[in-house]
């Protein structure tokens, strides 16, 4: 073990780096627009001393960096921390068996984590990297998309302008070594090929192809670049004045996404937009109230942060938002959480806009982020975060509630699927300066209900969506009619006038029986217009981008059909609610 004098010196360190920089990677740029800033205190100073301390200090360091033959340190009676590092080490030499001792390290972080709330929680090293790559909006690798079939990697499609198009990859194409390691067989997977064909940008890498039509293999040299991982990816006209955008997540450059997705629609006379949340689970809320602000004017709270040891917290609009005079519509389910509550909330709040759809998630507590030495990192539940009316919009958690379940439990009571089967108590409703009723304890209530369609309860339907069989099928079937397709002039061509016969449908579930899905030809008969629309919505993705696939998706989307009804009648809709809810 470490001596105790080295011990407190790396103690020292940690809690230094702890109090002086506050690492939080989700709120830091919000933070320094707060106009409230957190007063220092003593017991802000001794808080992650008592509460990590206990744990990383004893754990991490005892286990990281012990030296059994050096010197040991023995529990005393009030010392908890030198009692979890003795408790890893007895296990370690005295265990009837062998023990990952990295993995008993850190199952005991995360189950001290999962006690205080449901999202305060532990990374490992390798996820955290994953969790970084898709909140900063980019990785560094080849930029292809590809799937494992038939045990080779087939690239579905390389990025448009990214390194591997430069090369000269196409869609089709069978990779079989990358740098002369053989990567077929069943032996491959996902995850082992991204690891072969990621790498520092600048950097390059070699890949042997067999394509189609040519007798030879080829190889292509290809230099490693920035890829980014898209937040916004789609945004078009409905009519001349209706805009929709798609918003999967708030990562680092959604803002950035955002605009420019959206000031070209204002260019083309957008003046109603219809927002897409749903599905979103949140992110980076500074980025989330840089797009509100765009709806504001200045002075405008757009939401603010309080906890027992951060104080409050508030985050001010300081400008002429550019879309201030838009009418929105925003899209919501009872999966959009966290930052997506934050921008449907301010919008609601200040009645800048009109949310359709389904009670969301009620995520409302904000996680600071600490790294440990060996890269992996823990998020902590420090405040709730509040909307303009003063909603706090995170549902209940305890002992007695199964939080997991909550999505469940709203869909046998019945609140997926009739209006007005959520009530709430007198002390959770709010008034915005327009007179309309909100209320908080537990999401974002709709402006204007959507029941959930029926046909997404078809347990056939899910199987084949998601088991990967609309996609695997849809790859062959453009491997064998690529020269057909040619006669589609552009996404525009193929949306209007492609058409998923009745024999692409026999062979999908041909497919699926393959697959080991059960084909109920009842409910076959029932899904068939939403498979079929699958199918081409994925074949779009393939041929075009995810903006051609969302324009097909949501020709069958019940949700987005009542969202236009909204928006083309918006001030109908806006007396209405306000009516409503006064």
Not at 141 to 149: M, P, R, S, W
Not at 321 to 350: P, T, Y
Not at 477 to 496: Q, W
């Amino acid at each position: 073990m470490l001596t105790q004098r080295a011990l407190l010196c790396v103690a020292e360190k940690i809690f230094s780096r702890m109090n002086n920089e506050r690492i939080d990677k989700y709120n830091t740029t919000a933070e320094q627009r707060m106009n409230h800033k957190p007063k220092a205190s003593p017991m802000m100073l001794w808080l992650p001393l008592a509460l990590f301390g206990t744990l990383i200090v004893g754990i991490w360091i005892g286990s990281a960096f012990g030296d059994k033959n050096f010197m040991q340190i023995k529990p005393a009676k009030d010392d908890n921390a030198n009692k979890l590092v003795s408790l890893i080490d007895f296990i370690e030499d005295n265990y009837v068996d062998s023990i990952n001792k990295g993995q008993l390290i850190d199952d005991a972080i995360q189950s001290v984590l999962q006690n205080l709330d449901p999202h305060s929680y532990y990374l490992t090293a390798e996820v955290k990297q994953q969790e970084e790559e898709r909140m900063n909006g980019k990785f560094e690798g080849v930029g292809i998309e590809f799937l494992i079939l038939r045990d080779t990697l087939m690239v579905v499609k390389p990025m448009e302008n990214g390194p591997s198009a430069k090369a000269g990859l196409k869609a089709g194409d069978r990779i079989v070594k990358v740098d002369g390691i053989d990567i077929s067989g069943k032996e491959m997977n996902s995850e082992k090929a991204q690891k072969l064909l990621k790498g520092p940008g600048g950097s390059d890498v070699k890949v042997t192809v067999k394509r189609l039509g040519e007798p030879d293999f080829l190889v292509f040299e290809i230099e490693r670049g920035s890829i980014p991982i898209e937040s916004v990816p789609a945004a078009f006209m409905i009519d001349d004045s209706i805009g929709y955008v798609k918003i999967e997540r708030f990562a680092a450059t959604t803002y950035e996404e955002f605009m420019e997705a959206v000031e070209p629609l204002k260019e083309q006379g957008c003046t109603k937009l219809i927002m897409d949340l749903r599905g979103n689970g949140g992110g980076l809320m500074d980025q989330a109230a840089s797009m509100v602000e765009e709806f504001l004017t200045p002075g405008k709270m757009i939401v603010y942060t309080e906890g027992i040891h951060t104080g409050k917290n508030s985050l001010i609009s300081e400008k002429k938002g550019k879309f201030r005079e838009m009418e929105v519509i925003v899209m919501m389910d009872q999966n959009s959480a966290s930052a997506s509550e934050i921008v449907a909330g301010a919008l609601q709040d200040w009645d800048k806009s009109l949310t359709v759809g389904r009670r969301s998630f009620g995520k409302g507590l904000v996680q600071h982020e600490m790294e440990l030495a060996d890269n992996s990192a823990l998020r902590l539940t420090v405040a709730r975060y509040y909307t303009p009316t003063g909603r706090c919009i995170q549902k209940p958690y305890g002992d007695s509630i199964d939080y997991s379940d909550d999505v469940h439990k709203r869909m046998m009571s019945g609140e997926l699927t009739e209006a007005d089967s959520t009530h709430f108590p007198d002390s959770l409703r709010f008034k915005t300066p327009g007179g309309r009723t909100v209320y908080g304890g537990g999401g974002i209530m709709p402006d204007v209900f959507v029941p959930l369609d029926s046909i997404y309860f078809s347990g056939l339907l899910g199987e084949i969506a998601y088991s990967g069989v609309v996609r695997d099928y849809c790859f062959n079937y453009l491997d064998g009619h690529r020269s057909e397709m040619k006669k589609y002039k552009n996404a525009d061509d193929f949306v209007d006038n492609f058409a998923v016969s009745d024999a692409m449908m026999n062979e999908l579930l041909a497919a699926a029986e393959k697959a080991e899905v059960k084909v109920n030809k009842a409910v076959v008969k029932k899904i068939s217009p939403q498979l079929k629309n699958r199918i081409k919505a994925q074949l779009a993705r393939n041929l075009y981008d995810d903006t051609a696939m969302y324009r097909v998706l949501l020709q069958t989307d019940q949700d987005f059909k009542k969202a236009v009804q909204v928006a083309g009648n918006y001030k109908v809709y806006a007396s209405v609610v306000g009516d409503e809810k006064k």
